[in-house]
Each structure stands twice: as C-alpha cells, then as structure tokens.
C-alpha cells in the first residue's frame, strides 16, 4: 500500500532564509515522487519528481528534493525564500504500475517580508 | 497551465440540478483523472481514465457519473447533489508510463462548486 505523510501542515519562514518542508511515504515497491505547488485559486503545479534515477532532484524556481530511501523520506528545500514562495504544497507518491496517485494532506507555506 | 483547462471555474448549484463539469487537454496525453479537493483533506482520486477507457473508480457516489468521449475531453456530470459535495473538482492529464515509470500529471485549474 502506498500512503504519504506531510510532518507540517503550516511553515513559516522569513524571506530570504531556508526552506524545509518535510515528506515521509511508504509504499510496497519503488515508488515514484513528486512535489506540487497550488497558489491561490490555481490548480496545482509540478516543481519536481523523482523516478529513480539521481537522488537529489532539481526542480523549478530554486527547489529541490532528496530521496532518501533509509529514511523514507523526500523533502523538498529551497535556499531562500521569496515571496511569491507562499502557496500550498503538496508530495505525492506512486507505484511503477497502474494509475494511482496518493496526495499528502498539503503543507502550507507562509513567507513573511 | 493552459494545457488543462476547465470550465465553468465557478458553480453554485441546488441539490435538485443537473449540470456538468468540462475538461480539456491539450497535450497530446493518454489518461484523464477527476479529483475532488476539500478543505483539510487529502486530494481525493475519484475516476481515471486511460485511452478513453474508465480504468479506476474510488468508490464514488452514483450522482456523479464521468464520461470520457475522446482522449481530449472529460466531463462530469453531477445531479441530485449534497451538501457536502461542495469543493474544487479539479481535471488532471498524464502521458501514462514510460516503461515501468509514470509520467507526471497536469492539472486544471479546477471548478469551485457550491451546492446550496
């Protein structure tokens, strides 16, 4: 079965510092993950994804995420926060087979000037 | 993210109407997807569809019945809705696999439903 815990439900974090937002999952087979963004009103945007190949997975606007299989882990980081940063944030796993995606519950994420 | 686009954006219903929801991609992709999303909850997969054909199926209420009439469009047709079926319904599409790997999906913009 595949299931992904978001540890935060809220971060806050001032422009310009560090941004961790944590992701744990369990899944019976190599599992394939994601991180989305959904801003206000818009539907939710790929920032990046793990398929396993490199660990550490670069994505868009400065993100990026590291598997780490020991852990069961997939956090997604940014060095410095901008603004236009504060959105929800959401990790996602699958399987190598079928259709199924499983969504965290969202992180949402607050950038103070 | 005008690959996916959804109309209307915004719905208010009674819970004896009928109405539909429309999905179209413009991506070239292969599987289709209606998720529902409430407050606080987890994005919830209620039908998949892949070549045109409904491949998953969550358990979801008979008063709302997906129709899928080619790889570009979707709908949802809702009647006789409740309450609690208030939420943003949002269209996603995806290429499928790339041998045993899946490809990422692509979201709408989602319609904001309101039933009264």
């Known amino acids: 079965a595949q299931s992904v815990t978001q540890l935060d439900s809220h971060v806050s974090v001032s422009e310009g510092t560090p941004v961790l937002l944590r992701c744990n999952y369990s899944?019976?087979?190599?599992?394939?993950l994601f991180w989305y963004v959904q801003h206000p009103n818009k539907g939710l945007q790929l920032l990046l994804k793990?398929?396993?190949?490199?660990?550490l997975v670069k994505g868009i606007n400065g993100f990026e995420a590291e598997f780490k299989k020991s852990e069961t882990s997939f956090h997604l980081t940014k060095p410095s926060a901008h603004m236009s940063d504060a959105a929800e944030y959401f990790c996602?796993?699958?399987?190598?087979?079928?259709?199924?995606?499983?969504f965290g519950t969202g992180t949402s994420l607050t950038v103070i000037p | 993210e005008t690959g996916v686009t959804q109309t209307p954006r915004h719905l208010v219903m009674g819970m004896t109407n009928k109405k539909s929801l429309k999905c179209e991609q413009h991506l070239g992709h292969n599987a289709m997807y209606w998720y529902k999303q409430s407050a606080k909850k987890p994005l919830e997969l209620m039908f998949v569809?892949?070549?045109?054909?409904?491949?998953e199926n969550n358990s979801v209420p008979s008063r709302f019945s997906p129709e899928c009439p080619n790889s570009s469009h979707l709908f949802l047709h809702l009647h006789t809705l409740q309450p609690e079926d208030s939420a943003l319904y949002l269209c996603?599409?995806?290429?499928?696999?790339?041998?045993?790997?899946?490809?990422?999906?692509?979201f709408g913009p989602g319609t904001r439903l309101t039933v009264t």
């Open positions: 899944s019976s087979y190599s599992p394939s």
């Open positions: 996603a599409s995806s290429q499928g696999y790339s041998g045993n790997t899946p490809y990422e999906q692509y």
């Open positions: 569809y892949s070549l045109e054909e409904r491949v």
């Open positions: 793990y398929t396993s190949a490199a660990t």
């Open positions: 996602v796993v699958t399987q190598n087979t079928g259709n199924q995606f499983y």
